[in-house]
């Protein structure tokens, strides 16, 4: 199968090199392009525990006075494990849900008195700060990314599209399924394009298409993605 997969590289190289692996023909046409916001240094003795909702908050993070042991509340399991990586150990990890997150943090023995910090890009689907503020949290919400549409197809991406239209596309964000509708209309690819099977990380990211009246349509787990090209 021709699979389109619409995160960046450092996303996906894992799993373009499983689905390679497998036999399928990968198409990678990043959507968005992740930048860091340079001025935003956070002082890690004003907190108690950090939150990441993506592997780029983890990516992008920048502190004064750095504490490898602080709490690590994590989205999922890749987040989780870049965490890791960077030195933090004390770790709990969602299912790669932001609203399964928010139950562990609200489940947990956590003091509401002590601060959170919730490092995330410009853009997030779900107000977690403000879901916590209201359960009485501490938290400051640190934007230490952005996100930007891409908004041109290079003239091989183009082609690429014209002449082997993916039987299967991932999509990871609501703005990524945005971007990436804008640019079929703009390179007038919809004919080709509403017949794929559109695999959508969430129901926010699925309604995008479905408002658009694209018919095949699923949501997906973080860590299915092979378990899904079977179903």
């Not at 799993?15 to 340079?38: A, D, E, N, R, Y």
């Not at 910090?117 to 916590?132: E, K, P, R, V």
């Amino acid at each position: 199968m021709n699979i389109l997969i619409t995160r960046p590289l450092i996303d996906a190289e894992d799993l373009m090199g499983k689905l390679f692996s497998l036999g399928h023909k990968i198409i990678h046409i990043p959507t968005l392009q992740v930048k860091p916001v340079t001025n935003q240094k956070c002082n890690a003795k004003n907190y108690d525990a950090f939150i990441f909702t993506s592997a780029n908050a983890i990516r992008n993070l920048k502190l004064l006075n750095e504490d490898k042991k602080k709490l690590c509340f994590c989205v999922g399991s890749i987040t989780e494990k870049i965490v890791r990586q960077k030195g933090y150990s004390n770790t709990i990890s969602a299912g790669g849900n932001v609203n399964a997150l928010k139950n562990i943090i609200l489940n947990s023995d956590f003091d509401k008195k002590k601060k959170i910090a919730y490092f995330c890009g410009d853009y997030i689907s779900t107000d977690l700060d403000l879901d916590l503020k209201r359960e009485g949290y501490l938290i400051d919400k640190v934007i230490n990314y952005s996100s930007e549409k891409i908004v041109d197809l290079n003239n091989e991406n183009e082609k690429i599209l014209n002449n082997h239209p993916p039987d299967i596309i991932f999509v990871y964000s609501k703005r990524s399924a945005e971007s990436f509708v804008e640019l079929v209309k703009k390179y007038t690819l919809n004919g080709l394009m509403t017949g794929s099977r559109v695999l959508c990380i969430s129901e926010k990211v699925l309604n995008v298409f479905k408002q658009l009246g694209w018919k095949k349509l699923e949501v997906f787990e973080p860590g299915e993605e092979i378990i899904k090209l079977g179903s």
